[in-house]
């Protein structure tokens, strides 16, 4: 793949040179390809991971709510112990 900028030069009309530059951007557009690649899979990798934690975070608040509601049946006279003693 190339790019390049230039100017035409005319004469009466008809081309009759060219000045410019002319570069390969082959490499450029691989290395982009990649990186777009990459910077994807990075993001499914984090939505991924968030899941994972959401649904961790979830398990142990409803752990802790069942833990906080056996302890308050254990301990009737004190409201329950590990809201006040835990927090």
């Known amino acids: 793949m190339a790019a390049g ?9 008809k081309p009759v040179r060219m000045l410019g530059v002319n570069l390969d951007i082959t ?3 691989e290395i982009e390809a990649a ?3 990459h910077q994807e899979e990075l ?16 398990a142990l ?20 112990g590990l809201s006040q003693a835990g927090a």
């Open 5 to 13: 900028t230039g100017h035409r030069l005319f004469d009466d009309g």
């Open 27 to 29: 490499d450029r557009k």
């Open 35 to 37: 990186l777009a690649k």
């Open 43 to 58: 993001e499914e990798l984090v939505a991924a991971k968030t899941s994972d934690l959401r649904s961790a975070n979830t």
């Open 61 to 80: 608040e409803a752990s802790r709510t069942e833990l906080e509601e056996f302890d308050g049946a254990t301990h009737p006279s004190t409201g329950g």
